[in-house]
């Protein structure tokens, strides 16, 4: 007994001490691996922290103060230390000498104070004065500079300009500038902007201008400004172009741009239409490009500035988003076109004219429609038809269409309505896997792409699917519903006009007057067909859509606007003004959702003679030329219903 007992004594004790050994190795591991992680975060940060930029312009210390306490746009702060610098040689022949911090003294806000600090052939500059470094031996009439690289990092440092007549000298990793304008300035920093950086070196004359100022191009050319000579030029081998997705080289993750558009609403800005990673989006710059026109010829030249990416809302935490990358102009002229580039001396690989609407006047009651990418090699033939008629009728005067993937009947389709100035088709070749990468071919770059490039060419625009029309109740038009709305409800704030979802299950029964039709057409129309409807609507914000004021509005989602102007917002539409039909199977598949509550309901039946006119007259012209399928009957009624029963059982 007593031997029994010992043995079982020794066993536990065993078992213990596995399990001790065990808890032992796995607290090990855990700080083995938390230790990598934090290790690795710290290289990381070593490899961003590198990532700083040089910006020559004007300012005083007292213009940046304020601005010290903002949050920076990214997640490194500025760098201010002078640990890193490095001395350049001098060129040939120049007697100058780099004056390092050590010989400045502390930094003082007295500009004053700060010039007596420096050498003689400094302080004859007049209003220069500077902080942190200098060169000795500059002419009386040049204001010299130099611009070092911190550590290794010159290859993404900058130089931006703005002066008459200046010239470039780079000699080992140093470059040189000497103008004969006084220049104030020199700010490092990990992002070039005004909220994030402070400045280094500083002088004595302050400028409104936050950045360089593009001056009249038709000034005389010994006087022209120009910027960034040291970076690669113009790609003239490129096809400039306003909407075609163009991959922005050197990013560690995969970054694309579509188009630009300047939008001076916030602050004044080139608003790109991008792809990129959905958390911590890299880095990039803005190459501003503007054209000069002199003596029969024409040249570009450049300003480039940091990019700020603000990654679009709607993006179900996939790994890469819509975004867009915010450009600032400052008081510069609006450019020509812009690239997008991963490091400032990084050749573009991307080109895209910058689309300016504001040259045209804001016009009234007038209606367009934007459709998220056609995709599946999309090719339903009346579909399209019924739509674009459809909402026509309705007032709608143009339609943007984004072609991922579509049949070649609707591809002929479209081209006609193209060439007749009716509908814009823009390439949608995003290399992102759909519903994997990013949500459905990136629709919310082409949601937001549609709403920019309506801005002040339409002035409402519906962002809607091809199964789906807004039904006015009373009206015949959406501008005259636009109208009995904002007459019965205060719209002065309104920037986007709400509208519940009902389904329209094709599931059901087609309507009873569909067997009596006396031709195909008017049997094939879906909004003929299908007048049974779910009692219930999707409150708003739920498969609802809107009708949108593209001027008030920044950010554009599915169901409704993400943000607006300041001061503005969404109404709420009665439903009985008008609801959205949404033609469509169950949306969980099966058949379970025709056994909700249902209703008849025949608003659409309004056009039904107008709509299968105008459809009719399309089918003929385009049915040779496009190829177009023979349109049938539908079954008989007893038929009709056998089919459904046996499809169901």
């Known amino acids: 007994m007593g031997s029994t007992s010992g043995g079982k004594k020794k066993h536990v004790n065993f078992r213990n001490r596995q399990r001790a050994n065990m808890s032992f190795f796995i607290v090990v591991m855990f700080f083995a691996v938390f230790g990598i992680i934090v290790f690795t975060e710290i290289f990381f940060i070593d490899e961003r922290g590198r990532a700083v930029g040089v910006l020559v312009r004007h300012g005083t210390q007292e213009n940046y103060q304020h601005k010290q306490d903002k949050v920076v746009d990214y997640e490194d702060g500025v760098q201010t230390s002078f640990d890193c610098l490095r001395s350049p040689r001098p060129s040939k022949g120049s007697s100058s000498r780099l004056i390092m911090p050590q010989e ?95 400045a280094l070196l500083q002088g004595g004359r302050s400028h409104a201008a936050a950045l360089p100022v593009l001056e009249n191009a038709a000034a005389p050319a010994s006087s022209k400004i120009v910027t960034d000579t040291l970076l690669p030029p113009y790609p003239e081998n490129f096809t400039i172009t306003d909407g075609a997705w163009q991959t922005v080289n050197g990013t560690r993750f995969s970054f694309f741009v579509f188009s630009a558009f300047y939008d001076p609403r916030k602050q004044r800005q080139i608003r790109v239409i991008g792809a990129t990673r959905t958390r911590g989006p890299e880095r990039v710059w803005c190459r501003l490009w503007h054209k000069i026109n002199e003596f029969n010829s024409s040249y570009h030249i450049s300003v480039t500035v940091p990019a700020k990416i603000k990654v679009i809302r709607e993006n179900w935490n996939l790994k890469y988003s819509a975004c867009f990358v915010l450009c600032p102009l400052a008081n510069r002229t609006v450019p020509s076109a812009v690239s997008i580039v991963a490091r400032v001396k990084d050749s573009p690989s991307n080109l895209l004219a910058v689309i300016n609407n504001y040259n045209e006047t804001t016009p009234t009651n007038k209606f367009a429609v934007c459709v998220k990418p056609l995709h599946f090699d999309y090719n339903r033939e009346i579909q399209i038809m019924e739509f674009i008629e459809l909402n026509r009728l309705m007032g709608v005067e143009h339609f943007t269409f984004y072609n991922h993937t579509i049949g070649r009947q609707v591809d002929c389709i479209l081209r006609d309505y193209v060439d007749r100035g009716l509908v814009t088709m823009l390439p949608w070749q995003l290399q992102m896997a759909s519903q994997k990468e990013i949500r459905t071919e990136g629709l919310f770059a082409a949601l937001n792409d549609c709403l920019y490039r309506s801005m002040n060419k339409y002035s409402h625009i519906l962002l809607i699917d091809l199964d789906e029309y807004i039904i006015p109740k009373y009206n015949d038009t959406l501008p005259q519903l636009i109208d009995y709305v904002s007459h019965r409800l205060n719209t002065r704030s309104t920037g986007a006009f709400s509208f519940q979802n009902a389904f329209f299950y094709l599931q059901w029964d087609d309507d009873d007057s569909v067997y009596s039709f006396d ?63 949404h033609y469509r199977i169950c949306e969980f598949g099966g058949d379970d959702c025709i056994k909700t509550s249902s209703t008849v309901d025949t608003t659409a039946y309004r056009y039904k003679d107008i709509l299968t006119s105008a459809v009719k007259v399309q089918y003929e012209r385009l049915r040779g030329r496009c190829g177009l399928s023979e349109l049938k009957f539908p079954p008989a009624r007893v038929f009709n219903k056998l089919i459904n029963l046996l499809g169901q059982s």
Request: net charge negative.
């Open 519 to 581: 031709d195909p057409v008017s049997a094939n129309l879906v909004t003929l067909k299908k007048t049974r409807r779910k009692s219930k609507l999707h409150p708003h914000k739920q498969r609802s859509k809107y009708i949108c004021r593209p001027e008030l509005t920044v950010e554009a989602g599915n169901h409704f606007v993400w943000e607006f102007i300041p001061g503005h917002g969404t109404l709420n539409v009665p439903p009985d003004a008008a609801i959205l039909h």
């Open 104 to 198: 400045v003294g502390e930094v003082e806000r007295s500009t004053a104070h700060v010039r007596s600090q420096f050498p003689p052939a400094v302080q004859d500059e007049g209003e220069n004065g500077f902080i942190g470094m200098a060169i000795d031996g500059a002419s009386s009439n040049t204001s010299a500079l130099v611009l070092s690289s911190l550590c290794d990092w010159l290859e993404s440092s900058i130089c931006l300009l703005s002066s008459d007549a200046f010239t470039h000298y780079e000699i080992v990793d140093t470059v040189f500038v000497y103008s004969n304008e006084d220049y104030i300035s020199i700010r490092v920093g990990a992002v070039m902007n005004d909220e994030a950086m402070g």
